[in-house]
């Protein structure tokens, strides 16, 4: 029987590696759902090419007559459904096995939790959900049977370097018990690891979507460069590993070689390495606990020159150490966090604020939007919702 996968996000950077792989191995996979927000041109090339059951055109950007027609007109068999709601729905599909959450932000939260409610197996790049809604999420996940797979490179790595008992299920106990000491979560640094504090408050969006090693969305490139995807991905490594921010730590590594590594109890520290290619990852969560060709160059060792090592520059980048503090503060913080970051990231990108100004937006609205406990969707919304308020304002006054 083919595995049978909806791809949420299906027209972005990972959405694009996903259906890479998939076609790669069409004895094994089969495209049952794709979604795409805006770019109504790739979602129908996408459905030619693979027939899926079913496309979700999620943005509000055309009416359901439109893009019914322009479906029509393709003579494509796809059912193609309209909204956020139908990301849920396609989501908790019966004949689902396997959703790729590839959806960037807070939008994939509900589709995702769908997912998670419905017991899927998730391949899990959209790490916003998870920081948003952290103790929420994998409470949903246990109680629901699901099983998260994640895809973003370093926590994939770091999955493949843990034993087989805590990749089936990773608490705390099981870390113990498997002598799993702590996880060591790579950055290569970004685009702006050796500039001066002074230049970078004159950096453009341009130099700040240009990762030095991987291509990616601009949303998860800005937080590369500010070291705020780090501080997400420590969020997210705790709740998915079920370890304290204490027992993750953060070294940056800018060849971009080994993807994340493991310290065990004995000294042992496994790594895995390989080219920076979302493939890998992602074919590995595809096909776990078995293995099949993704398309990457394998490294070639020979070529590859010295892996490097130093401690993060929290002076710099204070996006990381906000995200840990956020994390430790727990109640709604990550999701202030979360919220307030990208507001102060797309203000960026539109050439509204400063680079720098990214990380004053955030720890301004962290200490505006209420303290609360992030024990319910409702109250998480909420949150979400306010800090997005404050944060436009704080980025008006910048402005300003
Ligand atoms: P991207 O910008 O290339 O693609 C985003 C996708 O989400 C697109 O298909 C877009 O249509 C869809 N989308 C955007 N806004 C939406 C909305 N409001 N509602 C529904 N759909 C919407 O982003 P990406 O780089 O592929 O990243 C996707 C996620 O994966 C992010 O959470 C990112 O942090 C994570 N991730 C990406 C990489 C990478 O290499 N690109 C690596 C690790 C993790
Ligand atoms: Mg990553």
Same mark, same amino acid.
């Given at each position: 029987?083919?595995?049978? %996968? ?14 890479? %792989? ?8 089969? /495209? *049952? ?6 770019? /109504? ?65 807070? $939008? ?39 099983? #998260? ?12 370097? *843990? ?19 702590? =996880?060591?979560?790579? $950055?290569? !640094?970004?685009?702006?690891?050796? =500039? ?9 969006? @341009? ?9 990616? !969305? ?8 500010? #070291? ?5 991905? /420590? ?13 993750? +730590? ?22 895995? /390495? ?24 394998? =490294? +070639? =060792? ?31 913080? @990550? ?39 992030? +024990? ?25």
């Amino acid at each position: 029987m083919r595995q049978r %996968v909806v791809v949420l996000g299906a027209t972005g950077s990972i959405g694009q590696s996903t259906l890479d %792989v998939m076609a790669r191995n069409p004895e094994r996979f089969e /495209l *049952l759902a794709v979604s795409a927000h805006q770019n /109504l041109e790739a979602l129908i090339t996408m459905c030619r090419q693979f027939s899926p059951r079913f496309a979700v055109y999620s943005g509000n950007h055309r009416t359901y007559a439109e893009v019914k027609a322009q479906f029509s007109e393709s003579g494509l068999t796809t059912e193609v459904l309209m909204g956020a709601d139908a990301l849920a729905t396609v989501s908790a599909l019966p004949e689902a096995d396997t959703v790729v959450a590839a959806i960037v932000g807070a $939008a994939g939260l509900l589709p995702t939790l769908a997912a998670a409610k419905a017991g899927k197996r998730i391949l899990l790049a959209n790490k916003e959900a998870l920081v948003m809604s952290g103790g929420l999420f994998m409470q949903v996940v246990r109680e629901h049977g699901a099983k #998260l797979l994640p895809i973003d490179s370093e926590h994939n790595a770091i999955f493949q370097c *843990l034993p087989h008992a805590v990749q089936q299920a990773p608490t705390s106990e099981i870390h113990a018990s498997c002598g799993v000491r702590r =996880l060591l979560l790579t $950055a290569s !640094g970004g685009p702006f690891l050796n =500039l001066d504090a002074e230049h970078l408050a004159s950096v453009t969006p @341009a130099q700040a979507c240009k990762h030095p090693r991987w291509e990616m !969305g601009r949303k998860i490139s800005v937080d590369s460069a500010s #070291l705020m995807n780090k501080g997400l991905e /420590l969020i997210e490594a705790c709740w998915l590993f079920d370890l304290p921010p204490e027992k993750v +730590d953060v070294h940056i590594h800018p060849q971009a070689i080994i993807h994340s590594l493991v310290e065990y109890v004995d000294g042992s520290i496994l790594a895995q /390495l390989g080219s920076p290619d979302m493939r890998t990852p992602i074919a590995n969560a595809l096909a776990w606990p078995e293995r099949v060709p993704a398309g990457v160059t394998p =490294l +070639d =060792l020979f070529s590859m020159g010295a892996l490097t090592f130093q401690a993060p520059d929290m002076a710099r980048f204070p996006c990381l150490r906000l995200a840990a503090d956020a994390h430790r503060a727990g109640g709604l913080s @990550a999701t202030v966090l979360n919220a307030a970051n990208e507001e102060a990231v797309s203000a960026f990108l539109a050439e509204r604020i400063r680079f720098v100004d990214i990380p004053r937006v955030i720890e301004k609205s962290l200490e505006h939007v209420a303290k609360g406990r992030a +024990d319910s969707l409702d109250a998480i919304l909420a949150a979400d919702k306010e800090t997005r308020g404050i944060a436009m304002q704080l980025i008006g006054q910048l402005q300003g």
